[in-house]
């Protein structure tokens, strides 16, 4: 059919591009197909939206924090990243060494980075807290795991579809600090925030999943 060796390897060049392509169609990565089916990947950014009340806020990092060894403040606030750049946006990384792009599975250990300014800060537990009802003060550090533990989150969905136990985009979920062997109690929100900006709920570690009905879920949001 082909004359010349020029034909034979225009043909066999072609056919590579179009294999390639329908290989590209045929067989999404795994990072990509679960973008499609709005699973949470590792890696990627998020807004959490406590569920006090119907919108308890958005977690969000909030002035200088007097804590030893802590960076910034934490509170909730009434619209994402109004207060600053990324003050609201949080990046999920694995705490046991799943790669970025594998799916974050109910029961999960994570590390929550917040993105504000060029120094990066993890949510994270330090000392007890006065408010009533609540465990430990929650603020944000520079520092991995400032304590042992006081850095790391098991992330526990509610409910999801399908119930395959992978944590996707508008769930529910319960987020545990693994401070003291995973006793750090439960992300909540607790009374008004005395911080400025634009504040709108303290927030700190309850030991129940829900000290108030909503103060301790937080809905997954795409940044």
Not at 23 to 37: I, K, Q
Not at 54 to 70: E, K, R
Not at 108 to 124: E, K, M
Not at 173 to 183: F, I, Q
Request: glycine letters at 14%; hydrophobic letters at 30%; a positive charge.
């Amino acid at each position: 059919m082909f004359r010349t060796t020029k034909q034979r390897l225009a043909a066999c060049t072609a056919a590579a591009a179009v294999a390639a392509a329908a290989a590209s169609f045929a067989a999404p990565t795994a990072a990509t197909g679960a973008a499609a089916r709005g699973e949470l990947t590792y890696g990627t950014v998020i807004l959490l939206q406590n569920q006090y009340g119907g919108d308890g806020g958005y977690l969000d990092t909030n002035g200088v924090s007097s804590q030893p060894g802590a960076t910034y403040n934490v509170s909730t606030n009434d619209r994402p990243n109004s207060r600053g750049p990324a003050t609201s946006e949080w990046r999920v990384v694995s705490a046991t060494g799943k790669a970025t792009g594998a799916r974050v599975i109910s029961g999960d250990v994570v590390y929550l980075i917040n993105q504000y300014g060029s120094h990066h800060t993890y949510l994270d537990t330090n000392g007890v807290s006065d408010q009533s009802g609540a465990k430990y003060k929650v603020s944000a550090t520079t520092t991995k795991d400032r304590g042992p533990g006081t850095g790391k989150w098991h992330i526990f969905g509610v409910r999801s579809s399908p119930n395959d136990g992978h944590i996707r985009t508008d769930d529910i979920v319960h987020l545990l600090n693994d401070y003291g062997s995973a006793n750090g109690g439960f992300l909540d929100t607790n009374g008004r925030s005395s911080q400025g900006g634009g504040a709108k709920y303290g927030v700190s570690t309850s030991p129940y999943s829900d000290r108030g009905t909503g103060t301790g879920s937080w809905k997954v949001l795409h940044s």
